[in-house]
């Protein structure tokens, strides 16, 4: 099993900046890549960025590119979404994701472990 802990959420002005923080702890041994994805009230979740196993590859939402920045620190066994420029359609629950896999993952039913997610809010 590993648990995963989401931080970082909070309100912000449209056009600030926030960084989530995602921490992993029990059975990590082993390669996991990590995603985000966020959910919006009565909506399925959506995929915003993933990470493989080593930080070489990433991809991201077409919502996301050149705003959001995914980067993984494993000596920390932590996961950062960093996001820029944001924006009130940005407003939503924001999760972490572990899939038991190297390769970028783009669908959540590909993700073994989900964190409780942290609620990110964007005013305009």
């Known amino acids: 099993q590993i648990q995963l802990a989401e931080s970082g959420g909070g309100l912000v002005q449209a056009g600030g900046s926030l960084t989530l923080s995602c921490v992993a702890s029990g059975r990590t041994n082993g390669n996991w890549a990590m995603g985000w994805f966020r959910q919006f009230p009565g909506m399925e979740r959506e995929f915003v960025a993933a990470?493989?196993?080593?930080?070489?590859?990433?991809y991201y939402a077409n919502s996301a590119k050149g705003r959001f920045t995914i980067s993984r620190d494993n000596a920390k066994k932590t996961v950062y979404l960093q996001m820029n420029n944001l924006k009130p359609e940005d407003t939503a629950a924001y999760y972490c994701?572990?899939?038991?896999?190297?390769?970028?993952?783009?669908?959540?039913?590909?993700?073994?472990?989900w964190g409780q997610g942290t609620q990110v809010t964007v005013s305009s």
């Open positions: 990470i493989n196993y080593n930080g070489i590859n990433t």
């Open positions: 994701a572990a899939a038991g896999t190297i390769a970028t993952q783009t669908q959540a039913w590909e993700y073994d472990y």
